[in-house]
């Protein structure tokens, strides 16, 4: 069972807004921070936080309101892989540096933003656990096929984000626990493109994803801070 009060940043992300729904299932108190205004189908109970524009001086304000509820669990589900923008790419030729900053900015920046918003919250509150959700393709030594420069370069770099507050965290909370985690293929906006392919039973509803994140939210142990973690639990190499 989760923790009695969750944040989740990004939460209109449709594997956040299923991690909400069985929270607050359960009775815990939600709330959510998103640059999108409350979604429709969004439960009137939870506390929603608009922050349109991330930015340090926008994003203070919204993360104070958030951390009122005193979360014990807080996801960050920010992340892009295509856009109106554009595709992934297949090759280096395709890469297109305007591209690959605004991946850089909503998969690492953002996600650094609100972390170092949160940092006090993180180091002065017992055995909070911090789950981001990040992707195994972002794993260096686990890339055997190539491509999607800029989607898995933003992830690598989230990875070592995590990895490194992790450190700097446990010097001022040893209960504290930070992972990236990858959520598994997941029947979303962002997956729906590259559905067609897929082995039996690899695509999983939004809905199961959350059950899996939050039995490995439940079942994360300190040992593991700093980890990118696959969506079972266990250790994926960076
Ligand atoms: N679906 C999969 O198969 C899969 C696989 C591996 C990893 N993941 C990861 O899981 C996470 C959630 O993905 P999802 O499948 O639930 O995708 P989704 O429904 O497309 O959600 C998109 C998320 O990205 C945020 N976002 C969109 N544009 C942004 C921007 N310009 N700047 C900052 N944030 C922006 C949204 O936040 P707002 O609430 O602020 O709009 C939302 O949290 C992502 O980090 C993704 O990389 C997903």
Redesign the pocket.
Known sequence: MAGNSILI?????????AIAKQCSATGATVS?????PRLQQANPEWHWFQ?ET?TEKNSEQHIRAALKYKPSTIF??????H?SLGMPEKTIRQLDTAILA?RL???LI?PALYLKLLFRYITTTKNIKVL??????GSISDNGLGGWYS?RMS?AALNMLVKNLSIEVARLNNSACIVAI??????????IP?QKNLPDGQ?QT?SN?ATRMLMVREQLLVSKSGALLNWDGSIIEH
């Not at 940043?9 to 807004?17: E, F, L, M, R, Y």
């Open positions: 940043i990004g939460g209109s992300s449709a594997i956040g807004q959510v921070i998103s640059r999108r922050d991330p960050i589900c920010n992340g892009v892989l856009d605004q900015e909503s998969n953002v981001v959700l990040s992707a195994k393709i989607y992830k990858h959520p598994g293929t997941t029947d979303t906006p962002l997956s590259f695509l939004a994803t």
